[in-house]
């Protein structure tokens, strides 16, 4: 099997097809969260600065993208 990278450097099956599927709320999440360095960044800054709690940037950063696609959701990546 073949793949291509998406516009995000998301490595894709070359048959892949977007629209015939529903993308569940992994997909969604991992499409939307913040890089990985920037993660890493702020994980750092909240062990540096006794934060690591919900009211850390770390936490704050993945909480917005986690409330947007709860688990068990779904939607359709492009409208009909």
């Given at each position: 099997?073949?793949?291509?990278k998406?516009?995000?450097?998301?490595?894709?099956?070359?048959?892949?097809?977007?629209?015939?599927?529903e993308?569940?709320?992994?997909?969604?999440?991992?499409?939307?969260?913040?890089?990985?360095?920037?993660?890493?960044?702020?994980?750092?800054?909240?062990?540096?600065?006794?934060?690591?709690?919900?009211?850390?940037?770390?936490?704050?950063l993945?909480?917005?993208?986690?409330?947007?696609?709860?688990?068990?959701?779904?939607?359709?990546?492009?409208?009909?």
């Amino acid at each position: 099997m073949a793949f291509h990278k998406d516009e995000n450097g998301v490595a894709l099956p070359d048959d892949f097809d977007p629209r015939e599927i529903e993308w569940t709320y992994d997909i969604s999440r991992l499409k939307e969260f913040p890089h990985f360095a920037e993660q890493l960044d702020a994980l750092w800054h909240d062990i540096d600065n006794g934060t690591l709690d919900k009211t850390g940037a770390f936490y704050t950063l993945l909480k917005v993208t986690k409330d947007k696609y709860p688990k068990g959701s779904t939607r359709k990546p492009y409208k009909e």
